[in-house]
C-alpha cells in the first residue's frame, strides 16, 4: 500500500529553511511546497492530463498562503475534471488584460480547444492552437467574448485573406464560431458573431491535390527520387510513397513495431487511420528491400522516419513536399497525397485491377454485397498480387520512360 502523505501545516510552512539543494515538501493531491536554496518558497502542482503529466506554478510563499494553495489546487482539479487545462486557461489570462480577463475570447478559445478536440489528431490540435495563436489572439484574444462584434474578428479574418490563405480565413472563422457558440453554451455570451460572417468572404472552392496520373509523367518523378540527394531516410520514404499510397500522415508516422518482415505486412493500428479501422498495407519485395536498408539507421527509434532533432517524433508533415519542391515538382504538379490519386488512377485504367479491391488498399469505407463495412483482412490475398504487380509495374516504367 502506497505511504500516506500527511498534509503540511501553516507551521511546517513558515518554518521551512532552504537548503544546499532543492527541498520539497507535499501537501497531497499533487501540490507541493518547493523551496530553493536561495530561500524562495514557490507552490507547484502535479496533475496529468490526456496521459500525460503536467506541472502548473501556483504562486509563491507568503503571499500565497497555505489555504490560498489549497482552494487554487482544488480549482485547477475541477478543470481538469471537466477536460480542461488549467496551464493553458493560466496562459491565456496571463496575456489577455482589461475588462473580461477569465472571459475573454484566448482564454474561451483555449478551454474549448483542450475540451473538445480530443477525437481529434495531436497534429490537428496542433495546428488548430497554432492557427488560433498566429491569426486570432493577437488581434482578438483579450476582448471578453460578451462584447465581442462581427466587424472586429472580419478584421482578423481579412488579416489572413490578404496573405492568399483564403482556405484558411473560411476555416478560421468556422473553429471561431465553435469557439462562440460554445461560450454561448456556458453562459459567457450572448450570441455567435461568427455566424454573421457567413459570406463575408470570398467563396473558397476547394481543389484536388496535384497528383501525376499519366505514366509518361510518373516515370521521370520515379527517377528523380531515385537520384534524391536529401536525407537517407526522406529518400526511403519518397520511395515508399508511390509504393504504398498510403496517406502521408500515415507514412510518416509508421513505427517499426507496426512492420512484420516475416508475413511481409505494415499493420497500421486504426487510431492513425483516418476511418479508424485497423489497415494492413502487404509489402512488396520492393518495399521490403527499402525497409531493410532503412533499419541499420532509424531501427534504434519508435519510427520508421524520425525527426531529425528528436527520434521520439516522427518527421515533419512537410518533409515529403518539400522534397518534391526541391526535386522540381511544382504545387499544381504533385503532393505527397498526390500518389494515392497516381496509385488509384493507373491500378484502375491501365492495369485493370478490380475497383473494390483497389478501394480497400486506399483504406476508404468500402462495403461488401452484404452491407459489411471495411475488413482489413478483406480481399488480402488479391491485395497481395496486386502490390507486387504494382511495385513491379512502377519498376518498369521507369526503364521505358512511361512508354
Not at 541499420?296 to 518527421?315: A, E, N, Y
Request: glycine share 6%.
Amino acid at each position: 500500500m502506497p505511504k500516506r502523505i500527511a498534509p503540511l501545516s501553516d507551521l511546517q510552512v513558515r518554518n521551512a529553511k532552504p537548503k544546499e539543494k532543492q527541498v520539497t515538501l507535499f501537501d497531497g493531491g499533487g501540490l507541493y511546497l518547493l523551496i530553493t536554496p536561495t530561500g524562495g518558497k514557490l507552490w507547484r502542482l502535479k496533475y496529468s492530463l490526456f496521459g500525460k503529466e503536467k506541472l502548473l506554478a501556483l504562486g509563491t510563499y507568503p503571499e500565497i498562503s497555505l489555504a490560498d494553495a489549497r482552494q487554487r489546487r482544488e480549482d485547477a482539479r475541477k478543470q481538469v475534471a471537466n477536460g480542461i487545462d488549467p496551464g493553458e486557461v493560466k496562459k491565456a489570462q496571463k496575456v489577455s488584460s482589461g475588462e473580461g480577463d477569465e472571459n475573454s475570447f484566448e482564454v474561451i478559445a483555449r478551454e474549448w480547444h483542450g475540451k473538445f478536440l480530443l477525437n481529434k489528431s495531436e497534429s490537428y490540435r496542433d495546428k488548430m492552437l497554432s492557427n488560433f495563436e498566429r491569426d486570432v489572439f493577437p488581434w482578438i484574444g483579450r476582448v471578453a467574448v460578451k462584447n465581442l462584434k462581427a466587424p472586429e474578428l472580419l478584421s482578423a479574418l481579412r488579416r489572413i485573406e490578404g496573405r492568399g490563405a483564403l482556405e484558411t480565413a473560411h476555416r478560421t472563422r468556422s473553429a471561431c464560431s465553435q469557439v462562440l457558440r460554445y461560450a454561448v453554451a456556458t453562459g459567457r455570451a450572448e450570441r455567435d458573431c461568427a455566424s454573421d460572417l457567413i459570406g463575408a468572404l470570398p467563396p473558397y472552392k476547394k481543389g484536388h491535390r496535384a497528383a501525376l496520373t499519366d505514366p509518361k509523367e510518373v516515370a521521370p518523378l520515379l527517377r528523380a527520387i531515385d537520384d534524391y540527394q536529401g536525407t537517407f531516410p526522406v529518400k526511403c520514404a519518397l520511395k515508399l510513397a508511390p509504393l504504398l499510397f498510403v496517406r502521408p500522415g500515415e507514412l510518416r508516422k509508421a513505427e517499426w513495431s507496426e512492420v512484420d518482415f516475416k508475413a511481409t505486412e505494415w499493420r497500421i493500428p486504426g487510431d492513425k487511420m483516418k476511418m479508424k479501422n485497423d489497415h494492413i498495407v502487404p509489402l512488396a519485395s520492393q518495399a521490403v528491400e527499402i525497409l531493410k536498408e532503412l533499419y541499420p539507421l532509424t531501427g534504434h527509434s519508435k519510427f520508421l522516419f524520425p525527426s531529425p532533432r528528436s527520434p521520439l517524433r516522427p518527421m515533419s508533415d512537410n518533409a515529403i513536399l518539400s522534397a518534391l519542391r526541391r526535386m522540381g515538382f511544382e504545387k499544381d504538379e504533385m503532393s505527397g497525397h498526390g500518389f494515392r490519386a497516381m496509385a488509384r488512377t493507373i491500378l484502375d485504367e491501365v492495369l485493370h485491377v478490380r475497383p473494390d479491391f483497389i478501394e480497400h488498399q486506399l483504406a476508404h469505407a468500402v462495403r461488401d454485397p452484404n452491407g459489411r463495412a471495411y475488413n482489413r483482412t478483406a480481399h488480402l490475398a488479391e491485395r497481395k498480387k496486386m502490390m507486387q504487380a504494382w511495385a513491379d509495374y512502377l519498376d518498369d516504367l521507369k526503364t521505358r520512360n512511361g512508354i
